[in-house]
């Protein structure tokens, strides 16, 4: 019996998976198994100091194109210059595949564009930088991206990374989680994997995944933290599936790890969102099987003895 306990009451690795619908999403992005964006247009402004005479010279074109049409610029013009791309007006599809160091923050002020606004951070002293093109033009530091929503063409964006959902609201612009669920799953002891703990998130909340420390029996396997930062890597998925409803739809999850959500919720601190051993013992399917097979012997026994009394 005691031997059963302690296999409940030890850290295991946790893997998440979050739904939620949000004004805010950040993502420092990570290469490696990342997928490429499909977009069916977009307006990229690059900062005036991140422009060669040539590529201004393009999206000043661009940019008097759309004067001449009636629309107007998008971009600051004092400090970005404009380009337009359309995938109508393109011979190849408008594709676009993020590399690492790039810190998205994706924002929706209205129901006409996501809005990602684009940091560059400088890489590790021992690696190269790995700039990204879209249809030719590079994404610098400062750049923005307008991709136009509609009914009926809505963007899918997949993306890699260190993942922070929603601003807590100290300010009036705050852009919030409006609505959301999480679900975290464990290792059980016979390697499989099932939910131990669901919830629901708060209008104003804040979610990020992150490393916990490596129990002791983990290290002797071996089984490192990893180096680049104390946050883990996630899935991202992000889509616009309902247009009239403010927010877009964001599905974030994690492999196995030692890890954490940490759930910062209005006028709080970040608080780990912990897992007891009781959900654990209580969300496992073999003691769920184990006791309904014992509840069926009871009731047998019960039914036997009422009817065979001694």
């Given at each position: 019996m005691?031997?059963?306990?302690?296999?409940?009451i030890?850290?295991?690795k946790?893997?998440?998976?979050?739904s939620?619908?949000?004004e805010?999403?950040?993502?420092?992005?990570?290469?490696e198994g990342?997928?490429?964006?499909?977009l069916?247009a977009?307006?990229?402004?690059?900062?005036?100091s991140?422009?060669?005479?040539?590529?201004a010279a393009e999206?000043?074109?661009?940019?008097?194109d759309?004067?001449q049409q009636g629309k107007?610029p998008?971009?600051e013009?004092a400090?970005?210059?404009?380009t337009?791309?359309?995938?109508e007006?393109?011979d190849e599809?408008l594709t676009?595949?993020w590399?690492?160091?790039?810190?998205?923050?994706?924002?929706?002020?209205?129901?006409?564009?996501l809005?990602?606004?684009?940091?560059r951070?400088?890489?590790?002293e021992d690696?190269?930088p790995?700039?990204?093109f879209?249809?030719r033009h590079?994404?610098?530091?400062?750049?923005?991206?307008?991709?136009?929503?509609s009914e009926?063409?809505?963007?899918?964006l997949a993306?890699?990374?260190?993942?922070?959902?929603g601003e807590t609201?100290?300010?009036?612009?705050?852009?919030?989680?409006?609505e959301?669920?999480?679900?975290?799953?464990q290792d059980s002891?016979?390697?499989?994997?099932?939910v131990v703990a669901?919830?629901?998130?708060?209008p104003?909340?804040k979610?990020?995944?992150?490393q916990e420390?490596?129990?002791?029996?983990?290290r002797?396997?071996?089984?490192?933290k990893a180096e680049?930062?104390?946050k883990?890597?996630s899935?991202?998925f992000?889509s616009?599936?309902?247009p009239?409803v403010?927010?877009?739809?964001?599905v974030a999850?994690?492999?196995?790890?030692?890890?954490?959500i940490?759930l910062?919720?209005?006028?709080g601190?970040?608080?780990?969102?912990?897992?007891?051993?009781?959900?654990?013992?209580?969300t496992?399917?073999?003691?769920?099987?184990?006791?309904?097979?014992?509840?069926?012997?009871?009731?047998?026994?019960?039914?036997r003895?009422?009817?065979?009394?001694?």
């Open positions: 005691s031997l059963i306990f302690l296999l409940y030890v850290e295991r946790q893997s998440f998976a979050v939620a619908i949000t805010h999403l950040r993502v420092e992005t990570v290469s990342a997928d490429d964006w499909s069916v977009a307006h990229i402004c690059i900062p005036k991140a422009t060669t005479q040539e590529s999206s000043d074109a661009d940019s008097s759309g004067e107007k998008l971009c013009t400090y970005f210059d404009q337009t791309f359309n995938i007006d393109e599809e676009l595949r590399t690492d160091d790039y810190a998205l923050e994706i924002r929706q002020f209205d129901k006409d564009f809005y990602i606004y684009i940091t951070n400088p890489p590790p690696e190269d790995q700039p990204v879209f249809q590079e994404i610098p530091d400062g750049a923005i991206i307008y991709i136009p929503l009926e063409e809505s963007p899918r993306l890699r990374g260190y993942m922070s959902l609201p100290v300010r009036s612009d705050a852009m919030v989680v409006r959301g669920q999480y679900e975290i799953r002891w016979r390697q499989s994997k099932h669901t919830g629901e998130l708060f104003g909340d979610i990020t995944f992150e420390t490596v129990p002791f029996w983990a002797l396997q071996k089984q490192a680049r930062s104390d883990i890597v899935r991202v992000v616009d599936l309902v009239r403010a927010g877009f739809n964001v999850t994690t492999d196995p790890q030692f890890s954490s940490y910062t919720r209005v006028g601190q970040p608080t780990r969102v912990p897992v007891s051993w009781g959900q654990r013992l209580t496992d399917p073999l003691i769920a099987g184990i006791v309904t097979i014992l509840g069926l012997m009871a009731t047998v026994l019960a039914l003895n009422s009817f065979f009394p001694r």
